[in-house]
C-alpha cells in the first residue's frame, strides 16, 4: 500500500514538473497508437486514461489486420501498451476534468492525478454508447449473444436469426445492412414507434425483414444464452444474437469547452491532419466524426502523430 501510494506520488510530481510536447487524453487503440508513434519519433508524452476503453469489450475481433483467427479486445490492448511501454511510454492511470490554453504554447489540463501541461493535446476518449437497461448485459456482450456493431461482427453471424431494435435517426438501415448475411431479419422499434417514410416501409420490404409493430420492452436471456426480446403486447420473440442499436454520445466536451467544433452527434470535426478547428489540438477515433473502427482509430492516430511532431520544434539527435 505505501509503496503504491510512493508510486503514485511520484507519478504525480513527474507529470506536473513537466512540460510534455503532447498530452493524450485517453488510452484505448487510437490514444495507444498515437503515443507510440510519438515516442518512436522522440517525443515526451503523458497518455492520462480512466479505463474501459470500448476495445477491452470486445470478445474477439475478426476484421483487425493481421490476426487471421481473430483477436480478444483485453489482449489486443495489452499489446498495444507493451509496445508503448517497449518504447519508454507509460499509461497513467486516471481522468482529465478540464482543459485550458495558457497563451498560445501551452495547453493545462486539471486530472484527477495533478495539472498536466503540454504544447499539444491529442483526444482520443472514444464515445459512450447508449444504455438498455438488461440483466447480464456484460455476459451477453461477452459470449456475443448482443452485438452491438454490424460492420464489426455481421459476418460472423451469418445464417443466424437475428433480431434488431431500431435506432431512431435511421431505423431501417441496420436491418436492411444485416440481410447481407441472414435471411431471418427482424426489427423492433424501441420504447415508442420509430417514424417509418414510405421509402423506409418500401425498402424494409425489399429487403423482406419482418417489422413487429408492437415495441420491444425488455430483452431478456434463457439459460443457454439465446437474447428473447418482449414487446409491449406481451408476445416474446427468440433468437440467435440481438443487436441493439443504442446510440452512442462522443466524449468530446473537452474540445468543445476550447471551442471545437462538432457535429450534430456531438463527434468533433477534424481536418486532413486530425487538427480539430482549434490549433493544436488533435482527436482520433470514435469521438471523431466518421467510422467507429479500430483500423480507423490507429490509422487516424498515425497521421495525428505524423503532422504533431512535425508541427513541434525540432528534437535533433
Ligand atoms: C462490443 C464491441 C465490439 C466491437 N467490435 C469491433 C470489431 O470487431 N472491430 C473493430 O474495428 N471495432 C470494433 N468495435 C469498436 C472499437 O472498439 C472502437 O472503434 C475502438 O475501441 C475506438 O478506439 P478509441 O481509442 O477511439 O476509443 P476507446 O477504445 O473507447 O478508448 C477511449 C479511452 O479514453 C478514455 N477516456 C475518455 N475520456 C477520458 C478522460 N476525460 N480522461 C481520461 N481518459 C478518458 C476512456 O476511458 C477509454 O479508455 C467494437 C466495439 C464494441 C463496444
Known amino acids: 500500500m505505501a509503496t503504491l501510494a510512493l508510486v503514485q506520488h511520484h507519478c504525480i510530481m513527474a507529470l506536473n514538473d513537466e512540460l510534455y510536447d503532447v498530452l493524450i487524453v485517453g488510452g484505448g487503440p487510437g490514444g495507444l497508437t498515437a503515443a507510440t508513434y510519438l515516442r518512436r519519433f522522440r517525443r515526451?508524452?503523458?497518455?492520462?486514461?480512466?479505463?474501459?476503453?470500448?476495445?477491452?469489450?470486445?470478445?474477439?475481433?475478426?476484421?483487425?489486420?493481421?490476426?487471421?483467427?481473430?483477436?480478444?479486445?483485453?489482449?489486443l490492448l495489452e499489446r498495444m501498451r507493451t509496445q508503448l511501454r517497449h518504447y519508454g511510454g507509460e499509461v497513467h492511470d486516471g481522468e482529465v476534468l478540464e482543459l485550458t490554453r495558457s497563451g498560445d504554447l501551452c495547453f493545462v489540463a486539471r486530472t484527477s492525478i495533478g495539472e498536466v501541461r503540454a504544447r499539444t493535446v491529442l483526444l482520443a476518449s472514444g464515445v459512450i454508447d447508449g444504455g438498455m437497461p438488461m440483466e447480464r448485459w456484460h455476459e451477453a456482450v461477452a459470449c456475443g449473444a448482443i452485438r452491438l456493431?454490424?460492420?464489426?461482427?455481421?459476418?460472423?453471424?451469418?445464417?443466424?436469426?437475428?433480431?434488431?431494435?431500431?435506432?431512431?435517426?435511421?431505423?431501417?438501415?441496420?436491418?436492411?445492412?444485416?440481410?447481407?448475411?441472414?435471411?431471418?431479419?427482424?426489427?423492433?422499434?424501441?420504447?415508442?414507434?420509430?417514424?417509418?417514410?414510405?421509402?423506409?416501409?418500401?425498402?424494409?420490404?425489399?429487403?423482406?425483414?419482418?417489422?413487429?409493430?408492437?415495441?420491444?420492452?425488455?430483452?431478456?436471456?434463457?439459460?443457454?444464452m439465446k437474447p428473447v426480446v418482449h414487446t409491449a403486447d406481451g408476445e416474446e420473440f427468440q433468437f440467435d444474437v440481438v443487436y441493439p442499436m443504442l446510440g452512442e454520445t462522443a466524449r468530446s466536451t473537452l474540445a468543445v469547452s476550447l471551442g471545437?467544433?462538432?457535429?450534430?452527434?456531438?463527434?468533433?470535426?477534424?481536418?486532413?491532419?486530425?487538427?480539430?478547428?482549434?490549433?493544436?489540438?488533435?482527436?482520433?477515433?470514435?469521438?471523431?466524426?466518421?467510422l467507429n473502427q479500430i483500423a480507423v482509430a490507429t490509422g487516424q492516430a498515425a497521421v495525428a502523430a505524423t503532422c504533431i511532431h512535425n508541427a513541434l520544434p525540432a528534437r535533433y539527435a
Open 44 to 75: 515526451s508524452v503523458a497518455v492520462i486514461d480512466k479505463g474501459h476503453s470500448r476495445l477491452s469489450l470486445i470478445p474477439v475481433s475478426h476484421n483487425y489486420p493481421g490476426f487471421p483467427d481473430g483477436v480478444n479486445g483485453a489482449e
Open 149 to 224: 456493431c454490424p460492420v464489426c461482427d455481421g459476418y460472423d453471424v451469418k445464417g443466424k436469426k437475428v433480431g434488431v431494435l431500431a435506432c431512431e435517426q435511421k431505423p431501417v438501415n441496420h436491418a436492411l445492412f444485416l440481410r447481407t448475411y441472414c435471411e431471418h431479419v427482424t426489427l423492433f422499434d424501441r420504447e415508442k414507434q420509430s417514424e417509418y417514410s414510405d421509402t423506409d416501409r418500401e425498402r424494409l420490404q425489399a429487403g423482406q425483414v419482418r417489422h413487429i409493430a408492437s415495441p420491444c420492452v425488455c430483452v431478456t436471456l434463457t439459460d443457454d
Open 260 to 290: 471545437a467544433e462538432v457535429t450534430d452527434c456531438e463527434k468533433l470535426l477534424v481536418d486532413h491532419k486530425q487538427q480539430t478547428t482549434v490549433p493544436g489540438l488533435f482527436a482520433v477515433g470514435d469521438v471523431v466524426r466518421g
